[in-house]
């Protein structure tokens, strides 16, 4: 499975971004996806998991009622769609694809990372 990450870019506080995940080389629908960052100078940190019926999803404490996680299988996809952003919230986003887990190590596969900078 390959893994291409988009969507990043600068926005103010309190502004909006969509993040998209876009998966070739075999089918999504039956693994968990999952959504890391790692600001600068800090270890990489779970931000949102989802099961690969799309019913159940995980949140950190830190994005919980901001971050929402999605996927659209028939074009394998997934999505991260972070509103009311804050300067903390500046990292390098990862998309990831496996199990449905909080961890890093629930998951096989990697996206290269996409750069969100939230300026204040």
């Known amino acids: 499975v390959q893994l291409q990450a988009s969507g990043g870019g600068l926005v103010q506080a309190g502004g909006s971004l969509r993040l998209s995940c876009a998966a070739s080389?075999?089918?999504?629908?039956?693994?968990?996806m999952g959504w890391f960052r790692q600001a600068p100078g800090k270890e990489r940190e779970f931000v949102a998991g989802?099961?690969?019926?799309?019913?159940?999803?995980n949140y950190a404490d830190s994005v919980k009622g901001r971050f929402t996680i999605s996927r659209d299988n028939a074009k394998s996809t997934m999505y991260l769609q972070m509103n009311s952003l804050k300067p903390k919230d500046t990292a390098v986003y990862y998309c990831?694809?496996?199990?449905?887990?909080?961890?890093?190590?629930?998951?096989?596969?990697w996206g290269q990372g996409t750069l969100v900078t939230v300026s204040s």
């Open positions: 990831a694809v496996g199990r449905y887990a909080s961890n890093e190590g629930g998951y096989s596969y």
């Open positions: 080389g075999r089918t999504l629908s039956n693994y968990g």
């Open positions: 989802l099961n690969w019926r799309g019913t159940s999803t």
